[in-house]
């Protein structure tokens, strides 16, 4: 049977096995994260040709990855016979979505595998509250796609090698997805950068890859706001130059919008490298600031946020979190909002109220991105990854995050409580203190 990738964008492929064709995370057109990313090249399918794919896979629900405006411009013919493959979740929502608007949603098993054509399997795996990553077996041959995928523990990649001796292709993200300091910071972003390339390299070696595609990095800040992030951002070709560094070259595989490839095939990657090139040469600003809320709309959104966050959260630990006096916490949070040129405080116990006295900011952005972050339970994990904001403390950055994370909790219905803490406390702790290391 033979194998073959399609390249669509991004962190979107087509795998070709047989008769079996899979089309994973796609994301086509348009700015996701609030207007904060834009793809970096343009996608060559048409919508219709990818639209009669049969089989997709979803690895999460970031925008970049499970796109909303993709599913729901099928026709009611065009979702007939389609599955789309998810991790397992305790809420089922992104499955109840997709039920929902026509389609076959199926949850796969956590970490085992279920044969979906003659001589082809999935497996996916869940990592952390969000990620999950897939294996694909197709005639004989092993695909590994870890997408946006981060391992605290560098063990798991034994893990993975003794469970899968070969590894014919990997699929990798090659570049921060976050925000990396302040427009001033552009050698934190670089180092920062850096470490996402050696990263990749250091999977490729540890799982012994035969070939390494770099992904899910295809994009960059597009915002007004934000658009200072790409100065430090890898590109395809230091990936490249990295690999070649470490003596891998023959094994980096990269594939632009529309090139295909038959695994395990040698291939000259030099053109599509140098069509992103040109493409990276060419990126601006996209998007401006849109509409103003004023105060009064800014504090009924987080009232509102507050009292969803009551209801994830037990009584002793939002109070332990407000009291808390390690990094992580929930302390008051003085807020500037740039449109407005107001400071407010966002207080977990008493709402979002004007600062009374004069004080320094721990952050600073917009009143559009403020009201996101109320508005949705993603709205505080979009903000730090679109950046659309300035940070003026450590400890103000920090408590940003566990804002974030909360409200990811409440979007996955999981509550913060003893037993949470417990089952999660080490893969926590290890993810803050890389993240947010100050």
């Known amino acids: 049977m033979a194998v073959r990738i399609e390249w669509v964008n991004h962190a979107a492929y087509l795998l070709r096995a047989g008769d079996f064709e899979l089309l994973t995370d796609p994301w086509l057109y348009g700015p996701v994260f609030q207007d904060g990313w834009d793809l970096v090249a343009e996608t060559r399918h048409s919508l219709e040709a990818l639209r009669a794919v049969r089989n997709v896979w979803l690895s999460h629900e970031h925008p970049d990855h499970f796109n909303p405006h993709f ?10 016979g389609v599955t789309v493959y998810f991790q397992e979740s305790k809420d089922r929502r ?13 949850e796969l098993p956590d970490g085992e595998p279920l044969r979906v054509s003659t001589g082809v399997e999935l497996c996916c795996t869940k990592n952390g509250t969000e990620d999950s990553w897939l294996v694909v077996r197709a005639s004989e041959q092993t695909i590994i796609n870890l997408n946006d995928c981060i391992f605290p523990d560098p063990r798991i990649y034994a893990r993975i090698k003794e ?13 921060y997805a976050e925000k990396v300091g302040n427009a001033e910071d552009a050698e934190l ?7 996402w390339r050696a990263t990749l390299v250091e999977q490729a070696r540890l799982l012994d890859a035969k070939f390494v595609i770099p992904f899910a990095s295809y994009k960059f800040f597009s915002h007004a706001e934000n658009f200072y ?21 023959d094994r980096c595989v990269v594939l632009y919008p529309g090139e295909s490839w038959d695994l395990c095939q040698p291939r000259d990657s030099r053109a599509a490298i140098g069509k992103y090139e040109v493409d990276w040469a060419g990126i601006g600003v996209r998007h401006t600031l849109g509409r103003s809320y004023d105060a009064g709309e800014l504090r009924a959104a987080a009232d509102d946020f ?4 009551r209801r994830v959260v037990s009584p002793p630990l939002l109070r332990l979190l407000q009291l ?11 807020v500037r909002v740039t449109d407005l040129d107001a400071v407010f405080v966002l207080d977990a116990g008493r709402g979002l109220l004007p600062a ?56 996955a219905n999981l509550k913060l409580d003893a037993a949470y803490l417990l089952d999660n406390f080490a893969r926590i702790a290890a993810f803050y203190f890389r993240r947010l290391q100050t």
């Open 71 to 80: 599913f729901k411009s099928y026709s009611p013919t065009e979702k007939q």
């Open 94 to 106: 992104l499955v109840g979505f997709l039920r929902g608007i026509g389609f076959n949603a199926v």
């Open 163 to 175: 469970r899968y001796a070969r590894v014919d292709v990997l699929l990798t993200q090659f570049g």
């Open 189 to 195: 972003r670089g180092a920062e950068s850096a470490k």
């Open 229 to 249: 992030m790409n100065d430090g951002a890898s590109t395809v070709s230091q990936v490249a130059a990295a690999l070649a560094a470490a003596g891998l070259q």
């Open 306 to 309: 507050l009292a969803k966050i």
């Open 324 to 334: 808390s006096p390690l990094k992580f916490g929930l302390r008051p949070l003085a």
């Open 356 to 411: 009374t006295q004069a004080r320094d900011p721990d952050v600073s952005l917009a009143s559009e991105s403020l009201f996101n972050m109320f508005r949705f339970p993603y709205g505080a994990n979009t903000l730090y990854v679109n950046g659309r904001f300035q940070s003026h403390s450590a400890r103000g950055l920090r408590t940003l995050f566990v804002w974030g994370h909360l409200g990811l909790m409440m979007g």
